[in-house]
């Protein structure tokens, strides 16, 4: 599994537990290793090349904008964020987008914007952040200690002050956590890394009720769910609830890196001039690539594509699981669907990798799958036949 001791391999710091696989290309559903194998590809990058690899109208986008204007800072407007932001704008409840380049640097914007906008309109004081047990927030000093998961905080300690985590949908006891301090509520609507766990609608209505009574803010990070991959453009459509932040990376442009942090007007304007910056936020060439991913979006019908493709998948692994008692559950919304076994499964990747697949594993045990918007049911039931296969070898 680990190419750390090959050569070139050496170079490169030990951060990840990698397959030995090298990529060297990628179109639509499908990659290709060094030595031409073929793998079709059910982690799309973790949720970034939701419509395909190398989809062809963003590699258009971004060499007509490599080839006109690849940097200029925010000192300066450009066309392509400018669009960026009216389309994410227009097709949400937001009122204003602030650019950054990944998903913790957002969820660092939204905590940033969060404490701000509590000591500017109930004080010093209120500066802490509600977030749940599992869930998964990225990897700055602020991101994983909003994440409610200490394997990714031990050894870093001291963390920041003012985050505290609750279990996921316990009403009482985000109700015994909320109070005066508290600046925000932070929550994504699936947790992805966490084993795909979606939240529930009661769950949701009080967290939207108590942010409302005590001036708190509703942050949705939506950076693995959001853009499409539930099958409405963003997670927050399907639910009864409407978050004051959004924060966005991974699909949203496709392979490029940019994350996006949007707000309210009247929560944004809390972040003034000189408050926060990002070199590289808003770049064009990323940008350019975002506004080829919103079209696509916006004006095909792709959302009803992963609605349809979607239930097919989740309908499909349901099938097989049942009866295999080695299965616990089958869950998942759109193009973000789980299995979780009752016990690891420490070689299902590695196998599947050598059926022609590539997965997603999390805690060991929960197969997290999210396929390319643009695969197709016989591409599914093709993966569903190597799982059966899996079930008669590993006799589970
Ligand atoms: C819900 C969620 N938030 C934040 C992040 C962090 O994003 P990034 O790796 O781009 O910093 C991730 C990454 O997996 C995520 O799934």
Redesign the pocket.
Same mark, same amino acid.
């Given at each position: 599994m680990d190419t750390n001791t090959r050569k070139p391999f050496k170079y490169i710091a030990r951060t990840y537990a990698r397959f030995n696989l090298e990529i060297v290309r990628g179109y639509g559903t499908r990659l290709w290793d060094k030595d031409g194998r073929e793998y079709l590809d059910f982690t799309s990058g $973790?949720a970034v090349c939701s419509l395909g690899h190398c989809n062809p109208a963003v590699v258009d986008a971004v060499r007509e904008q490599a080839g006109k204007l690849f940097h200029v800072s925010n000192l300066y407007w450009t066309e392509p964020q400018l669009k960026v932001a009216s389309m994410l704008v227009e097709n949400s409840c937001a009122d204003r987008v602030f650019f950054c380049n990944? %998903? &913790?640097e957002s969820?660092e914007a939204a905590i940033k914007l969060a404490r701000k906008y509590g000591h500017d309109t109930r004080g010093p004081d209120c500066y802490e952040v509600i977030t749940l047990q599992d869930s998964?927030? %990225?990897?700055t000093l602020a &991101?994983i200690t909003a994440t409610g998961q200490p394997v990714y905080q031990r050894g870093f300690e001291p963390l920041p002050a003012g985050f505290t985590h609750v279990p996921r949908n316990d009403i009482r006891s985000l109700k015994l956590a909320t109070g005066k301090r508290t600046a925000a509520i932070m929550l #994504?609507p699936i947790q %992805? #890394?966490g084993g795909v766990r979606p939240l529930d609608d009661a769950y949701l209505n009080a967290a939207r009720d108590l942010a409302d009574r005590t001036g708190a803010l509703l942050i949705f990070?939506e $950076?693995?769910v959001g853009m499409g991959r539930t099958g409405t453009l963003f997670a927050y459509e399907q639910t009864p609830v409407k978050p004051d932040v959004i924060?966005l &990376?991974?699909g949203l442009a496709n392979g490029l890196p940019i %994350?996006a942090m949007l707000a309210r007007e009247s929560v944004m304007e809390h972040l003034g001039p000189g408050s926060h910056a990002s070199t590289f936020g808003a770049n064009p060439v990323a940008c350019a690539a975002a506004g080829a991913v919103l079209d696509q979006l916006l004006h095909t019908d792709i959302l009803e594509k992963v609605k349809d493709t979607g239930k097919y998948l989740h309908d499909r692994l349901a099938e097989v699981c049942r009866g295999w008692p080695a299965i616990r559950e089958t869950r998942g919304r759109g193009l973000i669907q789980a299995v979780e076994f009752s016990v690891p499964q420490p070689n299902l990747a590695n196998w599947l990798i050598q059926e022609g697949f590539l997965t997603l594993v999390a805690n060991g045990r929960i197969l997290r799958l999210l396929p390319p918007f643009v695969i197709e049911k016989k591409e599914i039931d093709t993966f569903i036949q190597a799982l059966e296969r899996y079930r008669a070898e590993s006799g589970s």
């Open positions: $973790i990944s %998903g &913790a969820v998964f927030h %990225g990897r &991101a #994504e %992805g #890394e990070d $950076i693995q924060c &990376a991974k %994350g």
